[in-house]
């Protein structure tokens, strides 16, 4: 158990368009979802946290405005990039904790984004 | 603030080598250590974890001890199969993994038969 998806696995836009990443887990309810930026041989950076039902928390230096998180349900947590560029291009990966308080987090396996 | 160093890859193995995949962390507290695994294709898998000083974590033949004195958590398995080609990488969280996870930038590993 305890998987995520992610949707979609790679997509390609002009810039700036708006693109959204869902990001589900599948069979299991997830009270905190995490999202993760990762340029190419570098490390996950985590951008934001999203618990169900409230704002998300972003960390230093990501543009909540230009990265718009929902986490509308359990199931569910959705990343927008609004009016991408070519420097939003880049691996965007989700995790999510379980409702029953575990403390690991299960990984999305990523969404490539490319902007034009 | 908190940062996770662990060595550059790729790393290239015959089937049966030993393999060590180094890692180093700097943090104020005492932070829990995390070895995960992303397989081709796949998100990224909790491969073993240790939360205080001295513990071991192990798991499908990997172990990692948690060494506070060298702010180390090495990865290593005696024997390595071809299955285990991936990207490995080492984790902290100053709150279990709960919340924020810190990474290193992932080692390659290829193991050839």
């Known amino acids: 158990g305890a998987v995520v998806s992610q949707h979609p696995s790679w997509v390609i836009c002009k810039s700036g368009t708006s693109v959204k990443i869902e990001c589900r887990s599948l069979?299991?309810?997830?009270?905190?979802m995490f999202w993760y930026r990762q340029f190419p041989k570098q490390s996950l950076m985590l951008m934001a946290t999203?618990?169900?039902?409230?704002?998300?928390?972003?960390e230093q230096g990501v543009e909540k405005d230009k990265f718009l998180i929902n986490h509308a349900s359990l199931t569910l947590s959705t990343l927008t990039v609004t009016s991408a560029h070519p420097e939003d291009s880049s691996f965007y990966i989700c995790?999510?904790?379980?409702?029953?308080?575990?403390?690991?987090?299960?990984f999305g396996p990523g969404t490539r984004l490319t902007v034009l | 603030g908190d940062s996770v160093t662990q060595m550059e890859g790729p790393v290239t193995l015959s089937e049966e080598a030993f393999l060590t995949i180094n890692c180093t962390y700097t943090?104020?507290?005492?932070?829990?250590l995390f070895w995960y695994v992303q397989y081709p294709g796949e998100g990224l898998q909790l491969l073993l974890k240790?939360?205080?000083?001295?513990d071991k974590g192990s798991n499908k033949g990997f172990e990692a001890t948690y060494r506070k004195e060298t702010t180390s958590f090495h990865l290593e398995k005696g024997s390595v199969q071809v299955s285990d080609s991936a990207v490995y990488f080492c984790?902290?969280?100053?709150?279990?993994?709960?919340?924020?996870?810190?990474f290193g930038k992932g080692t390659k590993l290829t193991v050839n038969p």
């Open positions: 995790s999510a904790t379980r409702a029953s308080g575990s403390d690991t987090q299960y």
């Open positions: 069979d299991f309810q997830a009270t905190t």
């Open positions: 999203s618990n169900e039902g409230s704002k998300a928390t972003y």
């Open positions: 943090a104020t507290g005492y932070p829990s």
């Open positions: 240790a939360t205080k000083a001295d």
């Open positions: 984790a902290l969280s100053d709150q279990g993994g709960s919340e924020k996870l810190v």
